[in-house]
């Protein structure tokens, strides 16, 4: 069984930065893709990025596409989200998640973190 931590939510000010990390457990995710996923109060869960196991393809939705950026690091078995220029409509629990493959909507045997609040104020 996998474990997903993630770390480096907080509140900020619209404009800055930050930098989220999932760390993960359990086993290697040398060959399982990764993605960050959030969900604002009231809003359906969205994939934000997503990174594959070979950290060749990425995918980023088109609200955060040149603002964001995922990376990994295989050897700590962590999956990177650096957030530049926040907006409000940033605010939402972030999600952690890594599987065989990692879509829009999950995917199938995927593992999940418990999430991380990040609340970006006006």
């Known amino acids: 069984q996998v474990q997903l931590v993630e770390s480096g939510g907080g509140l900020v000010q619209a404009g800055d930065s930050l930098r989220l990390s999932c760390a993960a457990s359990?086993?290697?995710?040398?060959?399982?893709?990764m993605g960050w996923f959030r969900q604002a109060p009231g809003k359906e869960r969205e994939l934000v990025a997503a990174?594959?196991?070979?950290?060749?393809?990425?995918y980023y939705s088109d609200s955060v596409k040149g603002r964001f950026t995922i990376s990994r690091d295989i050897a700590k078995n962590t999956v990177y989200l650096q957030m530049n220029s926040l907006k409000p409509e940033d605010t939402a629990v972030y999600y952690c998640?890594?599987?065989?493959?990692?879509?829009?909507?999950?995917?199938?045997?995927?593992?999940w973190g418990q999430g991380t609040q990040i609340t970006v104020s006006s």
């Open positions: 998640a890594a599987g065989p493959v990692v879509t829009t909507t999950g995917g199938t045997d995927t593992n």
């Open positions: 359990g086993r290697t995710l040398r060959r399982d893709g």
């Open positions: 990174i594959g196991w070979r950290s060749i393809a990425t």
